[in-house]
């Protein structure tokens, strides 16, 4: 199944001061605030919503196809992502603007200055996804947090090729429209939601959850450490519990790993309750690392989580397709 990932691709910089900003802003002086800040300590992590879920897919043994929009500096992270199975072919690469990038300094009181410049994603609505349906076809295309242009693009594209798509709204959901979330639910195969953003779609939109319901295949929630439900009309309700019991190291990236896991499974053409504990496992590694691309896919370990928290026989259909997987 080829999957196109649209969304963002980015680089987190977390710095560390070793001292306190309170001890460096001089109340009298904010007007004309000039300050430098020796920090010790950089960290570049890479992430991006659709980097991250592609991340998963390939290292499931998918090979997704991300369209997203870098910068000219975007090198080395291209070649850590191929290494991971992950096709950049349809990546746009910007002139002018750098890719996206999230930059916060954290001091010793864990208080934090921090900036996010969008960059090249401004520029992903120029990913035309005709031109890459008509060189290798798509099955879905994967909407995820983007340019708001961008993403109500591709959705279009999507549906004039009738390749069937998903929508992922996420963050995003809260600087889109009304018509804009419309715009990207309507008609989606599949609908992924935390539980805070499925109220805030409904809220948006002026939908109810019936019509939601009425307008998507399914509408996947998340729901942090309590697991996922699956919802369609007509259908009874599908829920999945998380895996239990994980040292939480930091909880970036979770959802897009849920993403991975439960897109992988349905491309194995596996139950939808299936579906959801490989995207629970999934998780459960990206919680248990530091950083959302900082998991390596183990497939002994992560069928034994499968085995222990879901029984065998959730085990023995994931099995096969982890099987000469590298690990
Ligand atoms: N504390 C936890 N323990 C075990 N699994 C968890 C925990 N928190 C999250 N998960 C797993 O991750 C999945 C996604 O979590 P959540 O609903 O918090 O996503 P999210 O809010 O979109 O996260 P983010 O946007 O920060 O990536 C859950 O369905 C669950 O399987
Ligand atoms: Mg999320």
Same mark, same amino acid.
């Given at each position: 199944?080829?999957?196109?990932?649209?969304?963002?691709?980015?680089?987190?910089?977390?710095? +560390?001061?070793?001292?306190?900003?309170?001890?460096?802003?001089?109340?009298?002086?904010?007007?004309?605030?000039?300050?430098?800040?020796?920090?010790?300590?950089?960290?570049?992590?890479?992430? /991006?919503?659709? =980097?991250?879920?592609?991340?998963?897919?390939? @290292?499931?043994?998918?090979?997704?196809?991300?369209?997203?929009?870098?910068?000219?500096?975007?090198?080395?992270?291209?070649?850590? %992502?191929?290494?991971? @199975?992950?096709?950049?072919?349809?990546?746009?690469?910007?002139?002018?603007? *750098?890719?996206?990038?999230?930059?916060?300094?954290?001091?010793?009181? $864990?208080?934090?200055?921090?900036?996010?410049?969008?960059? +090249?994603?401004?520029?992903? @609505?120029?990913?035309?996804?005709?031109?890459?349906?008509?060189?290798?076809? &798509?099955? &879905?295309?994967?909407? $995820?947090?983007?340019?708001?242009?961008?993403?109500?693009?591709?959705?279009? *594209? =999507?549906?004039?090729?009738?390749?069937?798509?998903?929508?992922?709204?996420?963050? *995003?959901?809260?600087?889109?429209?009304?018509?804009?979330?419309?715009?990207?639910?309507?008609?989606?195969?599949?609908?992924?939601?935390?539980?805070?953003?499925?109220?805030?779609?409904?809220?948006? #939109?002026?939908?109810?959850?019936?019509?939601?319901? /009425?307008?998507?295949?399914?509408?996947?929630?998340? &729901?942090? =450490?309590?697991?996922?439900?699956?919802?369609?009309? /007509?259908?009874?309700?599908?829920?999945?519990?998380?895996?239990?019991?994980?040292?939480?190291?930091?909880?970036?990236?979770?959802?897009?790993?849920?993403? $991975?896991?439960?897109?992988?499974? %349905?491309?194995?053409?596996?139950?939808?309750?299936? #579906?959801?504990?490989?995207?629970? #496992?999934?998780?459960?590694?990206?919680?248990? #690392?530091?950083?959302?691309?900082?998991?390596?896919?183990?497939?002994? +370990?992560?069928?034994?989580?499968?085995?222990?928290?879901?029984?065998?026989? =959730?085990?023995?259909?994931?099995?096969?397709?982890? *099987?000469?997987?590298?690990?």
């Amino acid at each position: 199944m080829r999957i196109a990932v649209t969304g963002s691709i980015a680089t987190d910089h977390l710095m +560390a001061f070793p001292g306190r900003f309170v001890d460096q802003l001089l109340p009298d002086q904010l007007e004309h605030v000039s300050l430098s800040f020796l920090v010790d300590a950089l960290e570049v992590r890479r992430g /991006g919503v659709a =980097a991250n879920i592609a991340y998963g897919l390939g @290292g499931l043994g998918l090979v997704p196809l991300l369209a997203g929009a870098v910068g000219p500096d975007f090198g080395e992270y291209e070649v850590w %992502l191929k290494e991971h @199975g992950v096709d950049t072919s349809a990546v746009y690469v910007s002139a002018e603007r *750098q890719t996206a990038r999230f930059m916060c300094m954290t001091d010793q009181d $864990s208080n934090q200055i921090a900036s996010f410049y969008a960059g +090249a994603m401004a520029e992903a @609505g120029r990913i035309d996804l005709r031109a890459v349906h008509a060189r290798t076809p &798509l099955d &879905l295309v994967l909407v $995820s947090p983007n340019d708001p242009g961008a993403m109500v693009h591709h959705t279009e *594209q =999507a549906r004039e090729l009738g390749v069937p798509f998903a929508a992922d709204p996420s963050q *995003q959901l809260a600087r889109l429209s009304g018509a804009e979330v419309r715009q990207l639910v309507d008609g989606a195969r599949w609908l992924f939601t935390n539980e805070y953003e499925s109220a805030l779609l409904r809220e948006r #939109a002026e939908w109810s959850h019936a019509d939601v319901l /009425g307008r998507v295949g399914a509408w996947v929630t998340t &729901l942090g =450490a309590q697991g996922v439900r699956i919802d369609r009309a /007509g259908e009874p309700t599908i829920t999945v519990r998380a895996v239990p019991d994980v040292t939480a190291e930091d909880p970036t990236g979770v959802g897009d790993a849920f993403r $991975s896991g439960f897109l992988a499974a %349905l491309s194995w053409q596996l139950p939808l309750e299936n #579906a959801a504990q490989l995207g629970c #496992a999934m998780s459960a590694l990206v919680l248990a #690392a530091v950083g959302s691309q900082s998991y390596e896919i183990q497939p002994a +370990a992560l069928l034994d989580t499968i085995r222990t928290v879901y029984g065998d026989d =959730a085990a023995a259909l994931v099995g096969p397709h982890l *099987q000469g997987r590298p690990s």
